[in-house]
């Protein structure tokens, strides 16, 4: 029972469990790696366990949630001048539109972001997001439907430009 | 599905579709089973190695070139010894003065 639902979260969830931990921290690559590092030992050591009562992959995404809220809590909130690189490359048009997409839903409040992230990109219903964030179903359909309006109005408004 | 879902459905899968490009990270490659404490384990092997190497290669101690054999025999003696082996006979003895009584 145990290396059944571990040996399932490694190679059924591995990959949207990533992209869920890039979403969380804000869409970079490095907090990611790091968060999922994290997690893995969680489950290694034992610290996570999963006791079935939920869906393998809502208690997971769960998990990896306040994984990178604890992980984001940790870092400095201030970065040294010295310490910043600059970058300056040309960029493809599939990065512009990649900028684009994360431009578009990082203007959506955090919860609503959240809530529409785990519905039409992980393909999750509204009550087990109501576990992955730990808020209620009201509160998620409250989110889901707020988010939804404002999204669409956001893509009229870029499309139309 | 009304329209409003389905602009938001492609929205989501045009971001799925450019996410495609990310790579995942590989799944950590040890057990998977609970991690064991294996430091008690790990001194005992080395202590029973040890233990192992001195018996196989213990220090030889090294090897006289000669040897010395000790017999021992008992000694036979066949005849009592006197206790006094010289002595002056009782009639060969002469008085230091004798020669006072002779000679004036």
């Not at chain 1, 029972?1 to 571990?6: L, Y």
């Not at chain 1, 999963?50 to 769960?62: D, H, I, P, Q, V």
């Amino acid at each position: 029972m145990n290396n059944n639902w571990q040996e399932y979260i490694y190679t059924q969830l591995n990959r949207g469990s990533y992209l869920w931990a890039r979403q969380c921290c804000s869409y970079n690559d490095e907090h990611a790696k790091e968060v999922m590092q994290m997690v893995y030992l969680k489950l290694l050591e034992g610290k996570a366990t999963y006791n079935g009562k939920a869906n393998l992959k809502t208690w997971f995404f769960s998990v990896i949630r306040f994984t990178a809220i604890d992980f984001l809590k940790q870092l400095p909130t201030h970065i040294s001048i010295e310490d910043v690189e600059l970058n300056v490359t040309e960029s493809s048009e599939s990065e512009v539109y990649s900028d684009n997409y994360l431009e578009i839903l990082t203007q959506l409040p955090d919860r609503q972001h959240q809530v529409l992230l785990l519905v039409f990109y992980h393909n999750l219903k509204l009550h087990e997001v109501a576990e992955v964030l730990n808020i209620g179903i009201g509160s998620v359909r409250t989110h889901y439907d707020r988010g939804k309006k404002k999204l669409k109005a956001l893509l009229t408004k870029e499309m139309a430009l | 599905m009304n329209s409003e879902d389905r602009i938001i459905e492609d929205f989501f899968q045009s971001m799925k579709d450019q996410d495609k490009k990310i790579s995942t990270p590989p799944v950590p490659t040890h057990s998977h089973n609970k991690k064991q404490n294996w430091f008690p384990y790990s001194v005992a092997a080395s202590l029973l190695f040890l233990g192992v190497a001195y018996v196989i290669f213990e220090p030889q101690k090294p090897v006289a070139d000669y040897t010395i054999n000790i017999t021992l025999e008992p000694r036979r003696v066949n005849a009592t010894q006197s206790l006094v082996d010289a002595g002056i006979s009782i009639e060969e003895w002469e008085s230091p003065t004798q020669s006072l009584i002779e000679d004036f």
